[in-house]
């Protein structure tokens, strides 16, 4: 019963948080539309701001509808509390959101609002990731990471990478049989790369990170298993099994690859405007 209560009031918090917000903005000279996370299908134009009212997830599958001109604020609706945590950790996980990407709560929502409003507060420029398979440009930009891995997470990926700086190579071809390739951005760096032994990058980094992950016996490559794509550089990689799926920011958005197929991973990618916490800001200098 108790997990119950507690599920019922994080779904209470999250509402009473999105209904606080839209008080705050109908008391603002501005116009506004409400848009359920679910619906969202079509490209964000015409606006000057996006409020992502939710926890990280929801500002990432916004950025995916964003480019490089419209910046966004998150608003954690449901940020972790300590006491409640350390109530139930005999019982069941009461972590809430952890809005890493977040500027804002309920408290400070309407001040940093008017900040952003009296152009007291200005966005950070945010490396995101472009995908291309078989040159073909993949039309979302990851904000987070990518994993490409095989569909079945206990069936073995077999591909090879390198690194290209200028159309030459800058590293050798490494043939990986693995559980699969993650690659992220610097604002990725703290999520799953860092859970699978990575390292965290500072915030503004033009920089991506990459891991293969669980490698079988890499032999002489073992220095290539994980590593940075700089800026200025570009991995291609050649996928070598029947099936695969190049996951981007989590699960929800996904792309088959076959046997052949060949993937172009870069920070070439339109960079995304959003307003950060202050703790992040503060890490970049």
Not at 217 to 225: A, D, I, K, T, V
Not at 226 to 238: A, C, E, R, S
């Given at each position: 019963?108790?997990?119950?209560?507690?599920?019922?009031?994080?779904?209470?918090?999250?509402?009473?948080?999105?209904?606080?917000?839209?008080?705050?903005?109908?008391?603002?000279?501005?116009?506004?539309?409400?848009?359920?996370?679910?619906?969202?299908?079509?490209?964000?134009?015409?606006?000057?701001?996006?409020?992502?009212?939710?926890?990280?997830?929801?500002?990432?599958?916004?950025?995916?509808?964003?480019?490089?001109?419209?910046?966004?604020?998150?608003?954690?609706?449901?940020?972790?509390?300590?006491?409640?945590?350390?109530?139930?950790?005999?019982?069941?996980?009461?972590?809430?959101?952890?809005?890493?990407?977040?500027?804002?709560?309920?408290?400070?929502?309407?001040?940093?609002?008017?900040?952003?409003?009296?152009?007291?507060?200005?966005?950070?420029?945010?490396?995101?990731?472009?995908?291309s398979v078989n040159t073909n440009q993949l039309p979302i930009y990851a904000l987070n990471d990518i994993l490409v891995a095989h569909p079945c997470p206990a069936a073995i990926s077999r591909f090879s990478f390198r690194i290209r700086k200028d159309d030459q190579p800058f590293s050798p071809l490494v043939n990986c049989r693995s559980s699969g390739l993650r690659v992220s951005t610097a604002a990725g760096s703290t999520a799953a790369m860092r859970s699978a032994g990575g390292f965290p990058m500072p915030i503004l980094s033009q920089d991506l990170q990459y891991m293969?992950?669980?490698?079988?016996?890499?032999?002489?490559?073992?220095?290539?298993?994980?590593?940075?794509?700089?800026?200025?550089?570009?991995?291609?990689?050649?996928?070598?099994?029947?099936?695969?799926?190049?996951?981007?920011?989590?699960?929800?958005?996904?792309?088959?690859?076959?046997?052949?197929?060949?993937?172009?991973?870069?920070?070439?990618?339109?960079?995304?405007?959003?307003?950060?916490?202050?703790?992040?800001?503060?890490?970049?200098?």
């Open positions: 019963m108790q997990i119950l209560n507690y599920l019922d009031s994080r779904r209470k918090v999250h509402l009473d948080t999105i209904k606080f917000c839209q008080t705050v903005l109908q008391k603002k000279p501005v116009e506004w539309k409400a848009i359920v996370r679910n619906d969202l299908s079509q490209p964000i134009n015409d606006v000057d701001l996006v409020v992502a009212i939710g926890g990280d997830g929801t500002l990432l599958q916004a950025s995916h509808f964003m480019d490089d001109t419209i910046p966004v604020l998150g608003v954690n609706s449901d940020p972790t509390r300590t006491d409640e945590v350390e109530q139930f950790s005999n019982e069941f996980d009461a972590t809430r959101s952890t809005g890493h990407l977040c500027a804002a709560t309920r408290e400070n929502f309407e001040q940093v609002l008017n900040g952003i409003l009296e152009g007291q507060n200005i966005p950070s420029v945010l490396t995101r990731i472009s995908i293969v992950r669980e490698p079988v016996l890499p032999g002489p490559f073992s220095n290539f298993m994980h590593g940075l794509i700089k800026h200025d550089q570009m991995m291609d990689t050649t996928w070598s099994c029947k099936k695969g799926v190049i996951y981007i920011d989590g699960y929800h958005v996904s792309y088959t690859i076959q046997d052949g197929d060949t993937i172009q991973i870069s920070s070439e990618a339109p960079v995304l405007k959003v307003f950060l916490p202050n703790q992040l800001l503060r890490s970049a200098l």
